[in-house]
């Protein structure tokens, strides 16, 4: 063995280079599995050491409305017992700067003297936390003091209750940094919530609770006698432990995703190898034929050569990994803003490991079918070149079959790892053959094309291009395959992002109004009505919300009908709070599928008509002719069921699960959302202050800002998801310059005997222009096809929406693949130019 | 002993069969130089081929030193080739990538001997390339590549060693050298020389001359050196 390792060192001398680069192909895929299995092994264990931290406390509880009277006395027999239990209060809040009178939505987290229960509050300046309850002072993020030209030391009016700005929170534990995109946030104490006057009727609000445990004592196995006492009062508990496995879960998910593509990078870098190593084979073809003279076996021979292919990969992979690592330091970049924790960037010695030796293995079985064929060239080769034959008998050799074999069940392993279970894997496999099987059969459809069209009536230098792509060694289903599936990722990828922004944009664009008044009172109405009609403007819609729970199905409580239906008695349909609206007329984002709309007037003493949104109708088990009996605030409102609708949640309107006729509601307390149509920035902006001037309660929204707001979130996602076009994009290189490579040399010979026969270089150059040309439109073409049906697939079963295309974006991406497979094949080839016919025929 | 009996090889061109060597029979005694002759296309490098275990034979048998060439599969020639047989060519093939003592160590590392790099070195010493050990095949001259070829095919001790034209990519003078070390090795050595060539006068220098003409054997003669 020691000998054939020697013989293998000394005689890759001058292949290494050449041996290096096929190998670069896989480097790429190696490189992003060990970034992302190295970044997510970093963040669960942050999230592993941080998880009190990020939940506040052992135990959280949260309600939508303020703990009822059992969950308050066990908190406070809690404390009693030595336990802390601290509170936070979140709702939204219009806040405005008294100096320059600007407002914006805010959400407000009103939290006691000792929260956070665990980490640390960063603020600057420091310490400013601790002083949050003596005064009326409020600690906002420091996107909301740009957003209201405020500066630390200005007063702060939230409703009712004014405060003064003491500093800015840098970091606190549990939120991920894009929650102060979403709403910058306003910390007050809890003791000054009362004072802001904002948490009356019908106010949104989240109540939460957390509680530190003595150490030692197990949060699940602590909190399950007490459990029941929470259920009945719709209080939600979460402990360290579910929290820790919900956000481990989640990075697990993503780190999934983002592995697949770097298998898939892994498995183009196979491909490249092994188009790399069978132009590799054809240089190699005279020394091995000496070898086999000398007395080497097939089987030494190939051991002398896979040892070379290994040891490159080695090389390959481990290049793969120094730069993952590099990657890994960089993801925090890119993704640091959705992450709950600072993760601590650790060298992880099992995912670089494991990325190097899975890179080492995909090389060496994807150059091993190729290599196969070094056996069998004949020793006859030293005394004859035309005894080299050494695809012959490829189909009838087992060893390639065995090898053929070795690769799918390794593809399929690969897979395995990345999913969430066998089928997954199955599907997963099932998916990148389908894709490589169509790209492949494009290629053969173009190999085929073109064995018909080059006719004698083409123009030469055309023609011969042509040809090209479909003499023998050619490497037209290689090219195809890389090029297609770099197109085809980048494509989708774009096209969904694109798809994604389209449909927000029909959102917002579709949407008459602009400004958003709500939490307006019933007595508030009038008042938010006029303010906008005296500017000029148009109120376009006021719309009733009364806020109700299910009583009676049927005459059953919610228990006994979700046990009738066989249904948990704490599903959602069943226990939520519904927000509904009255009104007489279906309107336009509504569409009628089953029964009747209101009759004009009540039958009296009948239940009143009730019309449900069709998923809700089905959740509840309900259908046409159903009674049902609502909360509404403490009276009881009997309903029968006579309508269900199609509601189009997409648009940008108040919509609701449950429409009631105008008299079933109209006395009931109820609140008002105002929507109104304002011309200028500068008018809304004014009737934003004159609104929270009169009505500190009401919020309202400027929904451009919404637009901004939402853009500046999609635009973070959309930078990872470029991160991973570019990757993409950047991985089809070194494989596409393997597979030009790998004809080079034929490539060389046939150009220098066309020079030598008097072509002139344009010549020469026009004939490679065309065979990339086609090779590079027909890659990026097949690859643009299947990412449209890729796209549409994503569109229609991940996100449930409808798909558009972008045909002129996504033919501009096919333009850059091909223009890509243009520019390599002609750097690739730019020694035909160079080398006179003389040097290439003495060779 | 290598012995030819009965020795036919066809080759399938298309739909035609295409007879290249003819029931073509004879020993050579170990220790011999033989020159196998003829014109263009008569068979001698087919000849060769099949002798050297390189090719199977579509009829007949070649006993080389007791090993039935024609009856073994690729690898057992293969290890028949390395224990017992040496080859010098015109075109001297040495492997690019390897220095000249690193291309005489080549069919002794194969078998697994111990101490390759020494005999290597001693080889070439001999063929007077004491001073050019770790050159590369391009940087040596076309004689200087036979030298090395012939320590090569020397390395193994073989019992027999082809040559094929082994003087026909070098002038006049070097050729003359060449063939003077090939008959010093057979004479020292005891090894049996069977070479292809077209030259006449490098023909007579050997012991016996077979020749051949359209796939037939038609003279087998000793010369006038014994």
Excluded at chain 1, 766 to 779: F, K, N
Aim: hydrophobic fraction near 50%.
């Amino acid at each position: 063995m020691l000998p054939l390792l020697r013989l293998a060192w000394r005689e890759s001398r001058t292949a290494r280079r050449r041996l290096l680069l096929f190998m670069s192909s896989i480097s790429l895929g190696v490189a992003a599995l060990v970034a992302i299995d190295s970044f997510a092994a970093n963040t669960t264990r942050s999230i592993r050491e941080q998880s009190r931290a990020i939940l506040g406390g052992d135990l959280a509880f949260s309600a939508r409305q303020a703990f009822a009277p059992p969950v308050v006395a066990l908190f406070d027999s809690l404390r009693t017992a030595g336990v802390p239990v601290e509170h936070v209060t979140t709702f939204g809040s219009m806040a405005t700067v008294t100096r320059t009178g600007a407002t914006r939505l805010t959400q407000v987290r009103a939290v006691t003297a000792g929260y956070p229960l665990y980490g640390d509050v960063v603020t600057v300046p420091t310490g400013a936390w601790a002083g949050l309850s003596a005064r009326a002072i409020a600690l906002v993020d420091p996107s909301l003091l740009i957003a209201l030209d405020a500066q630390v030391g200005d007063s702060l009016s939230l409703g009712f209750a004014t405060f003064v700005i003491a500093g800015v929170v840098e970091q606190i534990p549990g939120d991920p940094g894009v929650a102060a995109a979403i709403g910058p946030r306003v910390f007050i104490a809890e003791r000054w919530v009362a004072a802001t006057q904002l948490l009356t009727f019908g106010s949104r609000a989240e109540y939460e609770a957390v509680v530190k445990l003595p150490p030692e004592t197990a949060p699940g196995r602590w909190i399950a006698p007490l459990r029941p006492t929470f259920r009945e009062s719709d209080v939600r508990i979460r402990t360290v432990n579910e929290r820790e496995n919900d956000l481990a879960d989640g990075i697990g998910q993503l780190s999934k995703f983002i592995g697949v593509v770097g298998l898939v990078a892994l498995l183009l870098g196979g491909i490249g190898v092994a188009s790399g190593v069978h132009a590799f084979v054809q240089r190699k073809v005279e020394t091995v034929a000496i070898l086999r003279c000398l007395g080497a076996t097939g089987w030494q021979v190939l051991l002398v050569y896979a040892i070379q292919a290994a040891a490159m990969g080695l090389v390959g992979a481990t290049g793969g990994a120094v730069l993952g690592v590099g990657i890994q330091y960089a993801l925090p970049l890119a993704l640091g803003d959705f992450l709950p924790v600072d993760v601590a960037i650790t060298l992880e010695p099992s995912a670089i490991f494991s990325g190097i030796a899975i890179g080492v293995w995909v090389a060496l079985i994807f150059a091993l079918r190729p290599l196969l064929a070094l056996r069998r060239i004949s020793p006859l080769a030293t005394l004859r070149r035309d005894a080299v034959t050494i695809d012959a008998a490829r189909r009838r050799d087992p060893a390639t079959w065995a090898v053929t074999a070795l690769l799918a069940t390794s593809v399929v392993l690969l897979a395995m790892t990345r999913a969430e279970n066998a089928e997954e894997g199955f599907y997963f496999t099932l998916g990148i053959a389908a894709t490589l099987g169509i790209l492949a059969a494009s290629a053969l459809l173009l190999i085929g094309v073109a064995r018909r069209v080059s006719r004698p009536g083409l123009p030469y230098v055309l023609r011969q291009g042509i040809a090209n792509l479909h003499r023998p060694a050619n490497q037209t289903t290689s090219v195809v395959i890389a090029l297609g599936f770099g197109a085809f990722l980048v494509s989708t990828l774009y096209l969904v992002q694109a798809n994604l922004l389209q449909q927000f944009d029909r959102t917002v664009g579709a949407s008459r109004g602009n400004l958003l008044f709500f939490d307006v009172q019933d007595d508030q109405r009038r008042g938010v009505d006029s303010l906008v009609r005296n500017a000029g403007q148009a109120v376009l819609q006021s719309v009733p919300i009364v806020t109700m729970r299910i009583q009676l199905i049927n005459g059953k409580d919610v228990p006994a009908y979700a046990r009738e239906v066989g249904i948990p008695p704490s599903y959602w349909a069943l226990r939520r709070e519904y927000r509904s609206t009255y009104r007489d007329t279906i309107v336009a984002t509504e569409t009628l599928l089953d029964g009747e709309w209101f009759a004009p007037a009540p039958v009296a003493g009948a239940p009143f008509e009730l019309s449900l949104e069709h998923e809700v109708a089905e959740n509840l088990r309900v259908g046409l002719g159903d009674e049902i009996t609502w909360d509404v605030q403490g009276v009881a409102v009997r309903t029968r069921l006579t309508s269900i609708r199609e509601v189009d949640w997409g648009q940008f309107e108040p919509n609701f699960f449950a429409v009631f006729p105008t008299a079933a509601l109209r006395e009931a307390p109820q609140q008002h959302i105002v929507l109104a149509a304002v011309n200028a920035d500068t008018t809304v902006a004014r009737l934003q202050r004159q609104a929270v001037a009169r009505f500190p309660n009401v919020s309202s929204i400027d929904l451009s800002l919404i637009r901004g707001t939402i853009t500046q979130i999609v635009e973070r996602v959309a930078t990872a998801v470029r991160f991973l076009a570019l990757f993409s994009f950047a991985m089809g290189i070194p494989v596409l310059f393997s597979a030009v490579a790998a004809t080079r040399r034929d490539r060389l010979r046939e150009s220098v005997l066309l020079k030598a026969l008097g072509a002139s270089r344009a010549q020469v150059g026009r004939i490679l222009l065309s065979e990339y040309a086609a090779l590079g439109m027909l890659g990026a073409l097949a690859g643009m096809v299947l990412s449209y049906g890729a796209a549409w697939a994503l569109m229609r079963w991940v996100f449930a929406l409808p798909f558009a295309g972008a045909p002129l974006a996504a033919l501009a991406i096919a333009a850059l693949m091909a223009s890509m497979a243009l520019v390599i094949g002609m750097l690739t080839s730019r020694d035909v130019f160079r080398v006179t016919a003389m040097e290439a025929l003495r060779e | 002993m290598l012995v030819a009996r009965n020795l036919s090889k066809e080759f399938t061109s298309g739909a035609h069969q295409l007879s290249v060597l003819h029931g073509v029979s004879f020993d050579i005694p170990d220790g011999a130089c033989v020159a196998i002759v003829g014109p263009s296309g008569s068979g001698k490098t087919t000849l060769l081929g099949l002798l050297a275990g390189l090719d199977t034979p579509s009829g007949g048998e070649v006993i080389l030193d007791g090993a039935p060439l024609h009856a073994l599969s690729e690898d057992a020639r293969a290890k028949v080739r390395g224990d017992k047989v040496g080859f010098v060519f015109q075109s001297f093939q040495l492997i690019p990538t390897l220095t000249a003592v690193e291309n005489v160590q080549v069919p002794l590392e194969l078998r697994g001997d111990r101490g390759a790099g020494a005999r290597a070195r001693t080889l070439l010493e001999r063929v007077g390339l004491g001073a050019r050990l770790d050159h590369y095949p391009t940087q040596l001259s076309g004689g200087e590549q036979q030298r090395v070829a012939i320590a090569r095919a020397f390395a193994n001790r073989p019992k027999v060693l082809f040559a094929d034209e082994p003087t026909g990519n070098l002038d006049g003078a070097t050729g003359d050298r060449i063939v003077a070390l090939l008959e010093a090795l057979n004479r020292d050595e005891g090894t049996t020389i069977v070479l292809v060539t077209h030259d006449a006068a490098l023909a007579e220098r050997t012991q016996r001359v077979i020749r051949l003409r359209d796939g037939d054997l038609v003279e087998d003669r000793l010369t006038t050196r014994r």
